[in-house]
Each structure stands twice: as structure tokens, then as C-alpha cells.
């Protein structure tokens, strides 16, 4: 059965830094998000993305997230300088086309910023 | 200000019983998910719903759209049940709000 997939699993990095989280949505799905879940705390959407631009995006994406689908099969978060509150787990999503149709999860990232 | 509250918060039950969950959601809404999530952390999404009821295996979600309430029901609930079970309510399709979660334990 076809799944999404994320790497790395885990990163470490410091405050400051730039992260790139990586997601491999199911092929022939057609929108993709980014959710976030800090430890202890329930899953926050962050962005979602159809036809190559940003299609919703939370009060937490702000100028210092970014998104892109590079090259048609990975779909990638960027974090371009880490705070230390960006520690969380952040899961990527995919669904096929359909107004309401269901979200395949892959099984996130935890991101650790020291 | 929570989109999407969850009762109970935390409930234990003993192999066999049936179990019910709640949300409860104050935005209108295109579709509710009802989602589980592993101790490992990972999400699998156990439903979709718009409207009615649907029924997979041991589960059943409902939900009512007046009332602006959903439940999952476990029945003959099993140890391996024992997870975050999380209510998500999309406005648009596009934008998700998530509940706390309930954190099932299922002792055998």
C-alpha cells in the first residue's frame, strides 16, 4: 500500500539555524500539508498546498516557513533561522483529488532545536 | 478560544468494553476526521465524515451536523485500541483544527 514518507525521522540543530524537512506524498495525490505537534500539545495545521502555491497557511507560518515541491515528488518545509520553540514533531499529509477526501499522514519529523 | 473540544480527556477501560468518544466543534465545517495516534507518534486517519455514520471493523463515527457533534465508538475494545484517538474539523477542505485528543488505555 502506497504511504507517505518523511526524512529525516529526527534532527537535531541549533537555534538559529536552517532545516529542511523532507516529505514524499503519494504519487498521484494532489494536495499536501504541513502539521506541527509540540510535545504534550495537540497537532497544529501550518500550510497546505495545491497546484504549486500555498493554498492556506496558519498564523504559525510566517515569513520564517517556507514550502516547495521541488521537483514533483518531494514536497519540502523549510525553516529558514530555528527559535528554540520550533521543537515539535511536524508530520506531512497528502490527499488525491476530491473536495473532501481523506488525509494520508506520514510519520513526521521530530525536530529539536537546541 | 478551542475550535474543536474532546471528552473525556483521558479514559481507561477494561478489555472487552465499549467505549465511546466526543467532539464537539464550533466552526462550520466541510468534513471531521477522527484520527489515532500511536504512542510512537504517528497518525493514521481512521475516518472521514460529512454526514450519517460509517463503520469500519470495531469502530463506528458518527456525527450530526446540527448538533455539531461527532462520537467514535470502539466496540469489544482490545488492548491494542490504547492510543490518542484526535477529532479534526477542515472549514474548507484546505485548513484543519485539532482537538486535544483522548488518550484511550485499554487494560487487559
Known amino acids: 500500500e502506497p504511504e507517505v514518507t518523511q526524512t529525516p525521522s529526527h534532527q537535531v540543530t541549533q537555534m538559529g539555524q536552517e532545516v529542511i524537512l523532507r516529505c514524499v506524498p503519494i504519487?498521484?495525490?494532489?494536495?499536501f500539508y504541513w502539521y506541527r505537534q509540540i510535545l504534550g500539545q495537540k497537532v497544529e495545521f501550518l500550510v497546505s498546498?495545491?497546484?504549486?502555491?500555498?493554498?492556506?497557511k496558519s498564523e504559525i507560518f510566517d515569513d520564517q516557513f517556507s514550502v516547495e515541491r521541488p521537483d514533483g515528488s518531494n514536497f519540502t518545509l523549510k525553516i529558514r533561522s530555528t527559535k528554540l520553540e520550533d521543537s515539535a514533531m511536524y508530520f506531512c499529509?497528502?490527499?488525491?483529488?476530491?473536495?473532501?477526501?481523506?488525509?494520508?499522514f506520514g510519520p513526521g519529523t521530530r525536530l529539536l532545536v537546541l | 478560544k478551542n475550535e474543536v473540544e474532546q471528552s473525556p480527556q483521558n479514559l481507561t477501560a477494561q478489555e472487552g468494553e465499549f467505549i465511546t468518544i466526543n467532539c464537539s466543534y464550533s466552526?462550520?465545517?466541510?468534513?471531521l476526521h477522527w484520527l489515532q495516534q500511536h504512542p510512537g507518534g504517528g497518525i493514521v486517519s481512521l475516518f472521514m465524515?460529512?454526514?450519517g455514520k460509517k463503520k469500519h471493523g470495531r469502530l463506528i463515527a458518527t456525527i450530526n451536523i446540527q448538533e455539531k457533534h461527532s462520537s467514535l465508538h470502539i466496540t469489544a475494545s482490545h488492548p491494542r485500541d490504547s492510543a490518542v484517538y484526535i477529532c479534526?474539523?477542515?472549514?474548507?477542505?484546505?485548513?484543519?483544527?485539532f482537538g486535544t485528543g483522548t488518550s484511550l488505555t485499554v487494560i487487559p
Open positions: 479534526a474539523v477542515g472549514k474548507t477542505g484546505n485548513q484543519f483544527y
Open positions: 466552526v462550520g465545517i466541510s468534513a
Open positions: 498546498f495545491y497546484n504549486n502555491e500555498i493554498s492556506e
Open positions: 499529509a497528502s490527499r488525491p483529488r476530491g473536495r473532501v477526501e481523506t488525509q494520508y
Open positions: 465524515l460529512s454526514s
Open positions: 504519487s498521484n495525490h494532489l494536495y
